[in-house]
């Protein structure tokens, strides 16, 4: 510290009537300077912590009222000094490189989870490193946050006089910067942890100012009784239901029933002439139900045409406390921003039963289920599933994906599966562990069981490398429901010496397995059981993938599998 800076300091603490410790240390960049108040003016003090490697004092230390709290002794504005470090805990500056805003979020909301990180890591510096320097005020170094992404760096010490006047200034545009961050650490953060569009409404009945959250972290009106009001809203929606619907038996008893289907009609178009106008306008809240610890409150309106089923839905989170205007309102300003995000999904309607009564004079009748057989009379082709097995680059996807081809443009709905659909989406959990692998598996033949059960020609490319898995597989095809006939399953090994797999290595995943970087790598830390009877074998090292297409093709011609009986 520039001597002339620690002399002002020293100057200005005895002219205020502060006791000063000062503690020398071996770099002169960490001398420290305690500030103790007078005796008689301490009203709330505490015993400072010995830091490690630290000679300072370890005499009571007043504790700001807030880190705002100015000094409280009369210093004129233009007059330099030095902050102490009480005054001035700039949570916004200790921002380890490891952490990232999810932490944060998973740490505490409303900026709780990132002043405890800020902690944490204040703890750990100055119990592994050195002191947390007693200089770190915000005003030099404020070129170190990056306001733009809101990263707030470590701090380089830099020791400048400051003024108080320049001091409260920064406070106050540090505040904005750091609330700022807050929100956008928490907003962020639950992107990151929870659904994207729910983060949006939150934030956005956040950024309204209308609603706040609740001990329970539950969004309330700020000037509603929540759960009452919720209650009492409730039976107004349901007793309005209620009476609607005794309004429309009485019509029906009234009218009869061609003149109430023509005016609904003429209702359902009206209503979807004005929804067509305003996408917000809705008709009939409909149901609600608790779900853990939010609502969902659907609506629905009523723009079915002709009648019958309503055409949308929307379902949207309900706070306790909001009101229907309230609700509304979200509502509105979540489809402004977020067309997409709302659920459409069509439910039954208000009037379903009655609506039904109505119009049931539709020529479409109802199936309980169709057979295998006939499902496949309907479709033109059998369904079963070809189910490929070898080492990793043995071929199963090359040979695969030309069989698929084939097959397509033969004329037969055929469909494969492979890693790139399923272990990106479906199994995107499951890892390369045995009981991983087992239950890929197994997921894999359900699907593909279903797939050919829609009369479809699944096609798997996994390594599939258990017995007892391919085994379970097949069963699952053979199991019988009902009359249905079982489903083939062609087990398919694509053969290929390890030596060579590993030569052809066009992932170069071989390679990274004996350098130990990929644990449990088929055929190097992990086991392959090659099949022993499968239905078809292919030595992809001596066969051409068009043979190879060939070979498959003629036995399931002789099973007589492309066609029907
Ligand atoms: N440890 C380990 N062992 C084997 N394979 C690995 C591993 N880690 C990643 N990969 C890549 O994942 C592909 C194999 O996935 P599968 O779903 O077919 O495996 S399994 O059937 O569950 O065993 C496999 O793809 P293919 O080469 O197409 O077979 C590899 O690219
Ligand atoms: N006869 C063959 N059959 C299949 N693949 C072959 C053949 N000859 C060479 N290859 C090559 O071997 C590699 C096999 O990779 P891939 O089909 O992804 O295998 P897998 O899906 O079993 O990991 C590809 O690079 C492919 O071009």
Redesign the pocket.
């Known amino acids: 510290m520039p001597i002339s800076l620690l002399t002002r300091a020293i100057q200005y603490a005895r002219a205020s009537g502060m006791s000063i410790t000062l503690a020398d240390q071996t770099k002169p960049c960490h001398s420290q300077v305690h500030f103790a108040e007078p005796a008689s003016t301490q009203e709330d003090t505490y015993e400072r912590p010995e830091r490690a490697g630290s000679h300072a004092t370890s005499a009571p230390i007043p504790i700001p009222t807030s880190r705002h709290s100015p000094p409280e002794v009369d210093v004129p504005l233009d007059d330099e000094f030095l902050l102490p470090r009480d005054w001035v805990p700039a949570p916004a500056r200790v921002h380890h490189h490891k952490d990232n805003v999810t932490h944060y979020y998973r740490a505490g909301t409303g900026g709780k989870g990132w002043e405890a990180l800020h902690a944490q890591r204040i703890e750990e510096g100055e119990r592994t490193s050195r002191p947390i320097s007693i200089w770190r005020g915000p005003f030099p170094v404020v070129e170190e946050i990056d306001h733009d992404r809101f990263q707030v760096r470590p701090l380089k010490r830099k020791n400048v006089p400051i003024t108080p006047a320049q001091v409260l200034e920064h406070w106050a545009k540090e505040d904005e910067i750091a609330l700022k961050a807050m929100r956008m650490w928490d907003e962020v953060g639950r992107l990151g942890i929870e659904q994207a569009n729910e983060a949006e409404c939150e934030a956005r009945l956040w950024a309204s100012g209308l609603f706040e959250k609740d001990a329970e972290g539950m969004w309330v009106r700020r000037d509603l009784q929540a759960e009452e009001r919720l209650a009492v809203e409730w039976d107004e929606y349901k007793r309005l239901i209620r009476v609607e619907t005794e309004e429309f038996e009485e019509r029906l008893k009234e009218e009869g029933r061609r003149a109430i289907v023509k005016a609904l009609e003429e209702e359902d178009r009206a209503r979807e002439r004005e929804v067509k106008e305003s996408q917000d306008d809705f008709d009939v809240m409909e149901e609600m139900f608790l779900e853990k610890e939010h609502r969902w409150l659907t609506k629905r309106t009523r723009c079915g045409k002709g009648g019958k089923r309503p055409s949308k839905q929307w379902r949207v989170r309900v706070y306790p406390g909001e009101s229907k205007e309230g609700v509304l309102r979200s509502i509105a300003a979540y489809n402004q921003f977020n067309k997409h995000n709302v659920d459409v999904s069509p439910t039954i309607p208000l009037h379903a039963s009655l609506r039904r009564k109505l119009t049931d004079n539709s020529n479409i009748t109802w199936h309980p289920s169709l057979s295998r057989s006939e499902r496949n009379t309907l479709r033109k082709q059998r369904g079963f599933t070809i189910w490929f ?6 071929g ?2 090359t040979i695969a994906t030309a069989l698929e081809q084939h097959l397509l443009h033969l004329g037969h709905a055929a469909y494969r599966l ?2 790139d659909n ?2 990106f989406g479906l ?1 995107k959990d ?3 562990d045995e009981k ?2 087992n239950e ?2 197994r997921r ?1 033949a359900e699907v593909a069981k279903l797939f050919a059960d829609s009369s479809t020609i699944a096609i798997t ?6 017995k007892a ?1 391919r085994q379970q597989a097949r069963e699952l095809h053979a199991k019988q429901q009902s009359d249905d006939e079982p489903l083939a399953f062609i087990e398919v090994f694509v053969d290929l010496p390890l030596e060579v797999a590993e030569a052809r290595d ?2 170069g ?1 071989y390679k990274k ?1 004996r350098e130990g970087k ?9 086991p392959y059981e090659a099949p022993e009877n499968p239905e078809i074998k292919i030595q992809s090292d001596k066969t051409s993938v068009e043979d190879a297409v060939r070979q498959i093709t003629d036995y399931l011609e002789k099973q007589g599998l492309l066609k029907l009986n």
Do not use: H, Q, W
């Open positions: 097995t070898g080492l990793s680059a043995s199963k996807s492979d890693g399923v272990r199994n499951l890892g390369f991983s692998r890929n598996i894999i490319s996994f390594i599939s490398p258990y898995d066009p992932k995943l397995a990929i644990p449990e790598f088929t055929g190097i830390s992990a």
